[in-house]
């Protein structure tokens, strides 16, 4: 939660100063998939700044908290007997990305996305066997492309409506996600 805090103080710290033209800050809410062997969802949602270069063109820099999965199963090891796991990975991602837009009229829009992300796994595991019990952490980022497609529909001259669909390289996480953006 402290990280979340901090985030959105960093985005709010930019983006009050940038009130010129271009400048527009989005959040988003949805649900993220992870893919694989289960395939499990949870909550996703992003905070961002963008700059609209044109009608065409937009750039945008945003955090991006997609949930995690927890993982529960009992594996058995000779010599040692059943072994029960406990745990949890968490996702999240920072990313900056460019969106190619095609306006269909004065307010709605497709568009598609195209950027590099960090991506960030934190995983948390309890193994207890005959009566001992352990506890590891980790933590793994990586740098992968992001893309996606959506649409945005302008409420007014400062208020949007957005819908997404975007895939976090060749992770199995994935999010869709409904929002609003301003613009300055």
């Given at each position: 939660m402290r990280k979340h805090a901090l985030v959105l103080g960093l985005l709010?710290?930019?983006a009050l100063p940038a009130a010129a033209d271009g400048f527009y800050i989005y959040g988003d809410l949805g649900q993220s998939k992870f893919s694989g062997d289960t395939d499990e969802t949870d909550t996703a949602a992003a905070l961002g700044l963008g700059y609209k270069l044109n009608n065409n063109f937009s750039l945008e820099l945003g955090y991006h908290d997609l949930g995690g999965i927890d993982i529960s199963e009992t594996m058995y090891y000779?010599?040692?007997g059943n072994v029960d796991?406990?745990?949890s990975v968490d996702a999240s991602a920072v990313q900056?990305?460019?969106l190619a837009k095609l306006p269909l009229n004065d307010s709605f829009d497709l568009f598609a996305r195209l950027?590099?992300?960090r991506i960030k796994l934190d995983a948390t595991a309890t193994a207890s066997a005959q009566g001992v019990t352990g506890t590891?952490?980790?933590s793994a980022s990586e740098n992968k492309p992001v893309y996606g497609v959506g649409a945005g529909y302008k409420l007014n001259e400062k208020v949007g409506l957005r819908a997404e669909y975007i895939k976090f390289g060749d992770t199995d996480i994935s999010s869709f996600t409904l929002g609003v953006s301003y613009a300055f």
């Open positions: 709010a710290a930019v000779p010599g040692v796991v406990d745990g900056v990305s460019a950027g590099y992300g590891e952490s980790d």
